[in-house]
């Protein structure tokens, strides 16, 4: 999958700074919004659901002159199903692989436990950035003491104060992308010009489908859903919408199809958009009985 090209022009232009910089922090603490906004383009999906990310998501930032490739992870959390494990396992392996690790601390939490052992289990050595994230939620006094009780918290190579959600140009983002670039060495072009991802684009797709219904639900239900594209023939696309329980199917419907039809609604212009065509999109609702705690079912969702 990885294509080395040309780098330094014969000599002539500048040599490429590359590498992999993994974005790790507790869940729902802003990974995937910076992610996204580093990349420029919406390569995860974000909502205040914790554990939203499932997968190790890549977002190439590329740049004439460097290639930063991005893993989103899954939030590091204390796991109550073997869903939960599979999630912290894919964010140990993630950090196996990486040059640099940004640490998402967010502006208007605490530092806690979860973030001391979420340093402590950070390779040695490796370097680190931490970012604070969610800063338009405090004030200015507050985020002065935030910064520096971060700064004490390890050996940064640097401590980037940002508000994300605003998008690519938002506070922050673009001298975190700077921090990230110093840090590359010089090395190949990981991915070709122009990808901002390599996702498959089954997944992509299936995951605008799954944020849709995760801002639609409450409670233990977002953890419930998981969704699978079963037929890609565009216009056509036929989805399944796994829920675990027969009595989260009524939920996810709604009354009349009314959430259903609402969450066909809100994916199928992005999923338009990304494949730059008209589409059809067919969602149907299915029980996997208890997925989240059984490998074999976790296998076939693709965990
Ligand atoms: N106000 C504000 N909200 C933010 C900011 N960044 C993220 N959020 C919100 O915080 C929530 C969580 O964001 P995500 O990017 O999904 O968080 P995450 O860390 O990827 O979460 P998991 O994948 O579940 O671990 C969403 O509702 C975002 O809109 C920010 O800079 N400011
Ligand atoms: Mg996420």
Known sequence: MRSESETG???????????????????????S????????QKVAITSNRPETTRRQIRGIIDRPDYQVVLVDTPGLHRPRTLLGERLNDLVRESLADVDLVVV??????????????LLGSLPQPIERVAAVTKTDRIGRAELAAKLTAVDALDGW?????ISAAGGPDAPGVSEL????????????????DGEATDEPIEVRIAELVREAALERVRDELPHSVAVLVDELEPPK???????????????????????????????????????????????????????????????????
């Open 33 to 40: 919004t910076l992610t996204n906004a580093l990349v420029g």
């Open 177 to 192: 992308r700077a921090v990230l670039a110093a840090a590359m060495k010089p090395g190949p072009r990981w991915y070709p």
């Open 104 to 117: 998402c601390l967010p502006a208007d939490q605490p530092i806690g436990p979860g973030d001391r052992f």
């Open 9 to 31: 022009d014969g000599g002539i232009g500048p040599e490429l700074r590359s590498g992999f910089a993994a974005v790790v922090g507790r869940p729902n603490v802003g990974k």
């Open 237 to 303: 696309i036929h989805v399944s919408l796994y829920v675990e329980r027969d009595s989260q199917k009524g939920i996810i419907i709604g009354r009349r199809g009314v959430r259903l039809k609402e969450i066909g609604s809100q994916a199928r212009p992005q999923i338009e958009a990304l494949l730059g065509r008209q589409v059809f999109l067919e969602i149907q609702v299915k029980v996997a009985k208890e997925w989240q705690r059984d490998p074999k079912a976790l296998r076939r969702l693709g965990f």
């Open 157 to 161: 190579r640097a401590v980037v104060p």
